[in-house]
């Protein structure tokens, strides 16, 4: 019948001791890539565990209340993210082609979740992997907390993306779907008509609750490591 919201299907819980696999797949071109997920807070506050390790926000603050305190602390720390593993993997390191993290936008759900995605060469997929863990658990932890710099280049990065998408049909309805779910009271129009407001809004300490979220530490997180291997009767190069 219209409108009677259908039952989420039960999925079983991850298998926590497999939280390194591995896999190998033919392929005389010599490539890896690797992934990594963990838990986060949700956009919305839709009950997922995670969401209980967010302090409740200070009263009187600008984003006290408002249905997009998380979502767009999140999309700042995706900035954040990429920035540092850009920064570590890549300019330091130079283990990788490319990273970035992705945290995942099924808003009606009762959980949330980041991947990170790697590419690298065969002997340097490992140490990529573990690095780019090293860096999202320097976030969790405190270690090396989100700073007002991080924040600043990520709301900067944000704007401009918003400046550039703002007239897109595309961007609007992406940014009003669910409004009128009955599962998600939290979202309204306030997510299109105050979101520059709402990311101009979010200070350190946003990040750095957010950043508390994060079930990246060990098992917690899950990781899938893949490299390619010469095809039988190949020799490899």
Request: hydrophobic share 45%.
């Amino acid at each position: 019948a219209v409108g009677v919201p259908i039952p989420p299907r039960i999925c079983p819980a991850p298998d926590r001791s497999l939280a390194l696999q591995r896999m190998s797949l033919a392929d005389s071109e010599p490539r890896a890539v690797a992934y990594i997920w963990g838990a986060c807070a949700t956009r919305f506050g839709t009950g997922a565990p995670a969401d209980a390790r967010l302090p409740k926000p200070v009263p009187g603050s600008a984003l006290c209340g408002h249905p997009l305190r998380v979502a767009v602390a999140l999309e700042l720390l995706t900035e954040v993210i990429n920035s540092r593993l850009f920064s570590v993997l890549r300019d330091m390191l130079g283990l990788v082609y490319e990273s970035c993290v992705r945290f995942a936008d099924l808003e009606l759900l009762p959980s949330n979740g980041l991947v990170v995605t790697i590419s690298a060469a065969p002997g340097k997929v490992d140490a990529a992997h573990d690095a780019a863990l090293g860096v999202l658990r320097d976030l969790h932890s405190g270690r090396q907390p989100p700073t007002s710099y991080d924040l600043n280049k990520a709301r900067r990065a944000v704007l401009a993306n918003y400046a550039s998408h703002v007239k897109d049909n595309a961007w609007l309805l992406t940014r009003m779907q669910h409004v009128q779910a009955r599962a998600l009271p939290e979202k309204d129009l306030r997510c299109v008509t105050e979101y520059a407001h709402a990311v101009e809004a979010v200070t350190v300490d946003d990040l750095r609750a957010v950043c508390a979220t994060l079930g990246v530490t060990d098992g917690e997180v899950l990781s899938v490591i893949m490299a390619s291997e010469p095809p039988s009767g190949v020799a490899g190069g």
